[in-house]
């Protein structure tokens, strides 16, 4: 990563007559910021009430922006002079990342100038980057990342955290991963009570980690309280499953769970296509099987699920996968709306310091027993 000082302007708010300002980072991605100016570009032109601040290179930026009518007057370019790589180290960046795009993207989230933040940049640089400028919530230990699976639910999503935040997770995280899984859901899905399963090796009561029996039973008496329905454990076939709304786990799993997923997908896909292109019959059958073809790649498109969202810090920030073509942007965008509009950071702050007193009053219990 090279750094350079940073060139930028005195912060101040856009006028978004009463809309949501979304903070960007135009450079993260493996693809440049052409693509993450379409993915903008996209949004501005379904949504109206989005504004942007734009960081980056600002020559770059100003042609790139210039060149869409959807985003005239509509985006505060602040140049910053140094790029957040795939291959920097997050610690290498805590120490020298200030002045880079992603540094600056964070910190008008910071200073109250956007509610919330994109990057398509490094994961595990963006998490460090988020956890010291943005800081945890009182009462968290381990901030989660959570993604979207597709499921066969009404939403057509299930949530899924932690997938790599933190390879770790103790009974009282994985609380905590349950009632911010439960708000984002409530305010990301419009699911009002979400049902809520804790991801194990089977499903009976005595299988598992002693983490994982603690986190049963303190999710289970958290339920009541946080508006959610607490179905159990569940296992790797119920992710995409209409039995559960919102997956908690450690980072590990979910992580492996999530890119094996990825993968198949892909794999499904490839298969698929060289099937229908075997033979003149298949090529002529897949031409009669277009429709269905066609809602099928819509339903399981990566695309349209794109944006993991960093729970548990004074502050919003979605990730958007480092490949996101201008549609992958366009979803994270779109992520980040619904989340800002929702008011979805204040009631995740009352969630968690609710989850708080909780698992306090259950120490309590448990030492004066």
């Keep these: 990563m090279t750094v350079e000082p940073a060139i930028t302007p005195a912060p101040r708010v856009l006028e978004t007559g009463g809309g949501v300002v979304i903070s960007v980072d135009a450079m993260g991605g493996d693809r440049g910021p052409a693509v993450v100016v379409a993915g903008m570009a996209e949004s501005a032109e379904k949504n109206p009430e989005i504004q942007f601040i734009v960081h980056g290179d600002e020559a770059q930026l100003r042609s790139l922006i210039g060149k869409r009518k959807s985003l005239a007057g509509r985006c505060d370019i602040r140049h910053a002079g140094s790029v957040v790589t795939m291959h920097d180290k997050p610690s290498q960046v805590v120490r020298k990342g200030e002045g880079s795009s992603m540094w600056s993207t964070i910190e008008s989230v910071k200073q109250g100038e956007a509610q919330v933040a994109v990057s398509c940049g490094n994961t595990g640089a963006l998490m460090a980057l988020s956890m010291l400028r943005l800081r945890k919530l009182p009462g968290v230990n381990r901030p989660a990342i959570a993604c979207l699976w597709p499921s066969r639910n009404p939403q057509g999503f299930n949530i899924m955290l932690d997938v790599g935040a ?92 999530l890119k094996t997923g990825e993968g198949t997908a892909k794999l499904v896909g490839d298969f698929l296509k060289d099937a229908f292109s075997n033979s003149i019959m298949s090529k002529f059958a897949a031409v009669l099987a277009m429709t269905s073809l066609k809602r099928l790649q819509k339903r399981i498109d990566p695309r349209r699920v794109n944006g993991g969202i960093f729970l548990g810090l004074n502050g919003t920030v979605v990730k958007s996968h480092g490949s996101a073509d201008a549609t992958g942007v366009s979803a994270a965008i779109k992520l980040a709306f619904t989340l800002a509009k929702s008011g979805f950071q204040d009631r995740l702050a009352a969630r968690v310091a609710q989850g708080a007193a909780a698992s306090a009053n259950a120490a309590e219990t448990g030492a004066s027993s």
Aim: aromatic share 6%; net charge negative; no cysteine.
């Design 166 to 257: 933190d390879i770790r997770a103790d009974a009282h995280d994985l609380l905590q991963y349950a009632l911010m899984g439960a708000s984002y859901a409530r305010n990301g899905l419009g699911v009002s009570q979400p049902r809520v399963g804790l991801l194990n090796v089977g499903t009976e009561e005595h299988k598992g980690r002693s983490e994982l029996k603690q986190a049963h039973d303190l999710i289970d008496a958290a339920a009541g309280s946080g508006n959610f329905d607490y179905v159990g454990f569940v296992e790797g076939g119920d992710l995409p499953s209409s039995r559960v709304d919102v997956i908690v786990t450690d980072g590990f799993t979910g992580n492996v769970a």
